[in-house]
């Protein structure tokens, strides 16, 4: 199997797993206060999906995990392109 294809499962996989983790998190961070009246079922998804949104801008800590030795730099290589090619850098390609 190609190595690009891999990628992109795993990738998508990512994705499919942190979307329905959202799920999860929701219903666990606003069952108190759906459950006590305080806050009305629409109400609540939507300030968990604003606090969701918001939250994952300012944490860098996984990139800095992965930059700081989880992956060796060195073995990272750009795939080869046409000279002057204007194509940027894209790890699913």
């Given at each position: 199997?190609?190595?690009?294809?891999?990628?992109?499962?795993?990738?998508?996989t990512a994705l499919i797993f942190d979307f329905t983790n959202?799920?999860?998190?929701?219903?666990?961070?606003?069952?108190?206060?759906i459950a006590t009246g305080a806050l009305r079922p629409r109400?609540?998804?939507?300030?968990?999906?604003?606090?969701?949104?918001a939250g994952a801008f300012p944490s860098v800590q996984v990139?800095?995990?992965?930059?700081?030795?989880?992956?060796?730099?060195?073995?990272?290589?750009?795939?080869?392109?046409?000279?002057?090619?204007?194509?940027?850098?894209?790890?699913?390609?």
């Amino acid at each position: 199997m190609d190595v690009s294809v891999i990628v992109v499962v795993v990738v998508v996989t990512a994705l499919i797993f942190d979307f329905t983790n959202g799920f999860h998190d929701t219903a666990n961070a606003m069952a108190t206060s759906i459950a006590t009246g305080a806050l009305r079922p629409r109400v609540a998804v939507a300030v968990a999906g604003i606090l969701n949104l918001a939250g994952a801008f300012p944490s860098v800590q996984v990139a800095k995990t992965i930059s700081g030795g989880l992956v060796d730099e060195v073995r990272i290589t750009r795939p080869s392109s046409s000279p002057g090619s204007s194509e940027p850098f894209c790890g699913i390609c």
